[in-house]
Every structure is written in C-alpha cells, then in structure tokens.
C-alpha cells in the first residue's frame, strides 16, 4: 500500500493530514490510483479529476487532501524516499549485526545490489524521475533525501568499522551517493531491469573511492 506520509522536505504537500485510521486508508488508496496512473500513462496524466475517477471517489474528496497535481507528485515522491530510507536503515541495523560476526566482504555490491532490487520493483518511482514533471519542492526534497541516504552510508561503514566518524566521511559518503544515483538512473533508463554491465561499472568505480577514502584514513 502506498504510504500517506508527511510531505517532502518538512511541510506538508496535503491539503490536510489525515488523523482518523479511515481518512488514512483513504488516502493511500487515492494515492494508489496516482501510482497507477502515473505507471501506466505517466506525470501529464495526472490529473484531479483522473486520479478522483481511478480511485472511485468524489473529487471534491480528492481536494481535501491532493489540490492539485504538484501535491499528488509531491505525496507520491514523499512515499518513495520513505520507503528507500526504511531500506537504508536496514541496511544500517544489518551491518551493526554483522559486525559481531565478520565484515560484510563488499558493502558497495550489497548496497547497489539492494538498491538496483528496489529499482526493480518501484515502477512508480521510476516512472516520476524519468518523467518531466518533478516540482520544485520534490527536487528540494530529493536534494535532501540524498542526504539522509548519504548518513545512512556512513551508518553502515562505521557499523563496519572501515572508517573513523568525521566531517571529510560525511562529505565522502554524499559524493558516493550521487554518483551511486546518476548511474543507477542511467542503468535503469537503458532497461527495464537494470543495465547490469553499467551497474557492474558503478560498483567498479566505488570500490576504488571507498579503497581511497580507507587509504586516507589510514595516512593520517
């Protein structure tokens, strides 16, 4: 089910937020039919009044909490970054388990290989990325999603014990996560799947910044 969560960067894109168990399901289910429309006919096609007839409710229902077509993006993208945290941070309680037992032998193939799995799996997410019609406040939000993964990365190296905790980490980790992402993009624009090759390349490619990210540690 999509989540009906607060919206991008701080504020809320609603209208109104849902307080009662009922307004919540019904909002999911509106934003369940954005998801579909947007899947299947893209960002142009979302609509008050397509969303309102997809979700079989009134659209004046629809206005109480989705005014227009910048807050339907804007909710839907707010469910995507939340659902790629909640991978991160998992990712994060998984590398503090293993600690107790043995490093992780290549945490930048299990990051993109997680990653490049959610790739598969959220057609809405890709659908609103490739599309043209991200708002403002949604590229604002995803400047600062980026970061939030980017702490998540440095969680997971500390968990592992690859570098000490310091500003030039945080700075490292938030340039892997951009260059993570525009390849990750590239890859998934090219096939439906992923393109391995170039995915392949991308863990190539961080492998030799994480080694010299450690190395610099390591001459100090």
Do not use: N
């Not at 979302?46 to 077509?69: H, I, M």
């Not at 570098?163 to 980790?173: F, M």
């Amino acid at each position: 089910m999509v989540q009906a969560t607060a919206g991008p960067g701080g504020g809320a894109p609603l209208r109104r937020t849902p307080r009662q168990a009922r307004s919540k399901a019904r909002l999911a289910l509106m934003l369940e039919a954005a998801e579909r429309i947007l899947v299947g006919d893209g960002v142009e096609a979302l609509t008050t009044t397509r969303v309102a007839a997809e979700a079989k409710v009134s659209v004046g229902s629809l206005y109480q909490y989705l005014p227009d077509r910048d807050a339907i993006i804007d909710a839907l993208a707010t469910g995507y970054f939340a659902r790629l945290e909640d991978v991160m941070d998992e990712l994060v309680r998984t590398a503090e388990r293993e600690r107790e037992r043995e490093r992780w032998d290549d945490p930048v193939g299990v990051l993109i290989d997680t990653f490049a799995r959610v790739y598969r799996t959220e057609h809405g997410f890709r659908a609103l990325w490739f599309g043209s019609g991200l708002t403002e406040r949604t590229r604002a939000a995803d400047r600062e999603h980026k970061r939030r993964m980017a702490d998540g990365v440095r969680r997971v190296l500390l968990a592992l014990g690859v570098a000490p905790d310091d500003e030039a980490l945080a700075r490292a980790c938030h340039a892997a996560i951009l260059a993570a992402d525009a390849l990750a993009q590239e890859a998934f624009r090219r096939a439906p799947e992923g393109d391995t090759d170039l995915l392949d390349e991308a863990k190539a490619m961080l492998r030799c910044y994480l080694a010299e990210v450690v190395a610099r540690f390591e001459r100090r």
